[in-house]
C-alpha cells in the first residue's frame, strides 16, 4: 500500500510514531509543501489529508484513479464532496485524533491578551513608549460559552479556576450536561447580555452560520471580548466589525476567519481593539501526534478489511 500525506508544511508527521509505525506496513511519502496537482498523487491507494489544507472537489478525485481511502484528519469535512467520493468508491476515513486541548488553550490566551491589552503594549513597547493602560481581569468575571462540547468543557474548567463564573448555550444542551461540569446552562440572548468574556465553540454547521449577529451584538455589554477559535462563519462578521469598530464592545480575539488566509486589505487588520491570530487552534506537536496515530489505526483497519470511522455523504 503506498500512502501519501499531504501538506504536512511544520514537517511534523516524520517525528511521531504514528507514521515510524505505518512505515512497517506500507510505503510512505510525505508531502511539505503544496502538491502541484493531482498528477503529484498518482499511484497512492491512500491519502491522509491535512485538516482542510486541500480541495478534494468532484473534479480533483475523479483525478485520483488509483485512491480507494481518504483518510482526513480532523472533525470535518467541508472540503470534501462527499457524494463524489462515495460514488466514485472512496472510502474517507474520520481521524479525527480525539480530543486535544490546543484551541482550548489558545481561546484562555486570546482572553488574556484581548483584555489586558498585551499585543498593544508589547508594540508599543518595541516602539519606545511605556503604556500603562488600566485592564480587566478575569477574576470574578462572567464566561459565556457558545457550545459545550468537548473544548467547550475544557475551557470551562480552566476559567473556573481562575475564579469566573461560566454560563453555556448550546443547541442541544440540558440544564443537566451543564450541571454535570459545573456550568449554568442560560439561553443565548441572556448569554451574550450577561458575559462579560464571550467564548465560541460551536460546531459550523447551517444552523450555526451567522449564530451571533448584529442583535446579538446589541445585547452585549460595552466592556464584552468575544472569542472565537471554533470557526469564523459562527459569528456574523460584518455585524461584529461594526460591533468593534463603533465601540459596542470592549474587544475581541479571533483565530478564525470567514476566508482564510485573512486578505491583507480586510477592515479587522486596521482595528486596534482585536487580537488576531492565523489559525493556531489546531497546529500543534499533541494534535500532529494524535493525527499520525488515528490514521495508522485506520489505514491498519483498511489494509485488514476491518471497519473503521467514517465519514459519510450524509454527514458532510
Known amino acids: 500500500m503506498r500512502v501519501a500525506f499531504l501538506d504536512d508544511f511544520h514537517n511534523a ?24 496537482g493531482p498528477s503529484e498523487l498518482g499511484g497512492f491507494d491512500a491519502i491522509v489529508a491535512t485538516r482542510e489544507r486541500t480541495v478534494f472537489d468532484r473534479e480533483m478525485l475523479e483525478s485520483l484513479p488509483d ?9 470535518h469535512a467541508y472540503h470534501i464532496d462527499m457524494l463524489a467520493a462515495e460514488q466514485l468508491g ?6 479525527s485524533g480525539g480530543f486535544c486541548g490546543a484551541a482550548g488553550e489558545l481561546a484562555i490566551a486570546l482572553m488574556m ?8 503594549c508589547d508594540a508599543a513597547l518595541k516602539a519606545g513608549e511605556w503604556p500603562t493602560p488600566m485592564t480587566p481581569v478575569l477574576r470574578g468575571k462572567t464566561l459565556g460559552i457558545v457550545g459545550l462540547g468537548n473544548i467547550g468543557k475544557f475551557v470551562a474548567g480552566i476559567c473556573k479556576a481562575f475564579g469566573m463564573e461560566v454560563v453555556a448555550w448550546g443547541g442541544r444542551l440540558t440544564d443537566t450536561a451543564a450541571a454535570e461540569v459545573g456550568v449554568r ?15 465560541v465553540h460551536a460546531t459550523l454547521s447551517p444552523a450555526t452560520r451567522s449564530l451571533i449577529d448584529a442583535r446579538h451584538f446589541a445585547l452585549m455589554k460595552p466592556t464584552a471580548h468575544i472569542i472565537n477559535t471554533a ?5 456574523n462578521e460584518a455585524a461584529m466589525i461594526d460591533a468593534l469598530r463603533e465601540k459596542k464592545i470592549a474587544g475581541a480575539g479571533l483565530d478564525v476567519f470567514d476566508t482564510e488566509p485573512l486578505p491583507t486589505d480586510h477592515p479587522l487588520r486596521k482595528l486596534d481593539n482585536v487580537v488576531l491570530t492565523p489559525h493556531l487552534g489546531w497546529p500543534t506537536d499533541e494534535m500532529y501526534a494524535q493525527f499520525a496515530d488515528a490514521s495508522l489505526e485506520i489505514l491498519l483497519a483498511y489494509k485488514s478489511g476491518a471497519e473503521f470511522p467514517e465519514f459519510t455523504s450524509t454527514h458532510s
Open 13 to 36: 508527521y516524520e517525528k511521531t510514531d504514528g507514521v515510524a509505525q505505518l512505515r512497517q506496513h506500507a510505503d510512505v511519502c510525505i508531502f511539505t509543501e503544496e502538491i502541484g
Open 67 to 75: 485512491l480507494k481511502l481518504l483518510c482526513q484528519t480532523g472533525n
Open 90 to 95: 472512496i472510502k474517507v476515513g474520520k481521524a
Open 113 to 120: 491578551s484581548s483584555m489586558r491589552r498585551i499585543p498593544h
Open 185 to 199: 446552562r442560560v439561553e443565548l440572548d441572556e448569554l451574550v447580555a450577561i458575559s462579560d468574556v464571550i467564548s
Open 231 to 235: 470557526r469564523g462563519p459562527i459569528i
